[in-house]
């Protein structure tokens, strides 16, 4: 308002010299005129400043909370998480045999894992048959990533098609928890139950590709497909997680302990049982973790 009054004083005072000191256009006046002028102009200037110095504050901060979410050193840079259904108490049911029946996964990283953890529970009555429990394939390698329940009722754990049969076996008839980790210098152990075993080196030195699909209840004898049926899974799983690291003791010491899924939400998961990305086919339901799988 005080700039507008100056400047309309000083357009007349330009315009018509109506103020005069003795008859004479008073010069000292429009100077003060200017000055005025001059100073509601640099307000303007400076308040315009303090909004731009405003945004730039705001995106440098942005970049700082951007770059303190990348893990440095030795680990897998990860895409955004994209949501997902919350499945907590959830579980799915996998009734009975079959070769169409699974749940499709499909983790998104944009490099070639270096470390990995797996982490599920399973329940199945059987004892003595072939079994897939989880399974990720690449175009590379059909087993990329294959946690197994053997004939023999063991465990077999392979990476990039490097197989390790375990001397641990499956208990039937009851929740199972288990857990196996990996990492490119091929250390590898396995958790079941809460006990942890160290079993046989596998796959140093190469990575796991990208593009992954993942499927429970069925063996990717091929990227994607050719199930065998005598080695779908027949029961139920829940609370399944894939996470970047390898050897994570404290991750799988809270899994084993049963705590709460929300602990086990990190930046390099790759699978998260909280924020489950996931397609059903054939006869697989999802339910609640209290009601009965039947057929």
């Known amino acids: 308002m005080n700039t507008q009054r100056a400047e309309e004083t000083y357009r007349k005072l330009s315009e018509n010299e109506e103020f005069t000191d003795n008859g004479e256009t008073s010069l000292d006046t429009k100077d003060n005129i200017y000055m005025i002028l001059n100073t509601g102009r640099a307000w303007s200037i400076l308040r315009a400043l303090v909004v731009v110095l405003g945004l730039l504050c705001v995106l440098l901060l942005i970049g700082i909370i951007v770059l303190s979410t990348k893990k440095t050193g030795d680990t897998t840079t990860m895409l955004p998480t994209n949501g997902g259904q919350n499945m907590q108490d959830q579980k799915f049911c996998f009734p009975k045999h079959t070769k169409t029946s699974y749940v499709k996964i499909t983790p998104d990283y944009e490099d070639p894992l270096t470390h990995v953890t797996l982490c599920m529970r399973y329940f199945t009555k059987l004892s003595l048959k072939e079994q897939s429990l989880f399974s990720l394939s690449t175009s590379d390698y059909q087993n990329a990533v294959l946690l197994f329940i053997e004939r023999t009722g063991k465990f077999s ?3 990039n098609n490097d197989i390790t049969r375990t001397r641990h076996a499956s208990p039937p008839n009851r929740w199972n928890s288990v857990c196996a980790s990996w990492s490119t210098c091929g250390e ?17 030195g190469k990575g796991i590709p990208t593009e992954p699909i993942v499927m429970l209840g069925q063996e990717q004898d091929t990227y994607g497909g050719h199930f065998d049926i005598t080695q779908c899974f027949v029961g139920e799983i829940s609370d399944v997680y894939l996470w970047g690291y390898g050897r994570a003791t404290s991750l799988v010491t809270q899994f084993m302990q049963m705590q709460p899924s929300t602990n086990l939400h990190i930046i390099d998961d790759l699978i998260n049982w909280r924020a489950f990305n996931y397609t059903l086919s054939g006869n697989v339901s999802a339910m609640s973790i209290t009601s009965v799988c039947i057929d």
């Open 157 to 159: 754990f392979s990476i």
């Open 188 to 204: 590898t152990y396995l958790w079941l139950n809460g006990e942890m075993f160290s079993i046989r080196h596998l796959a140093s």
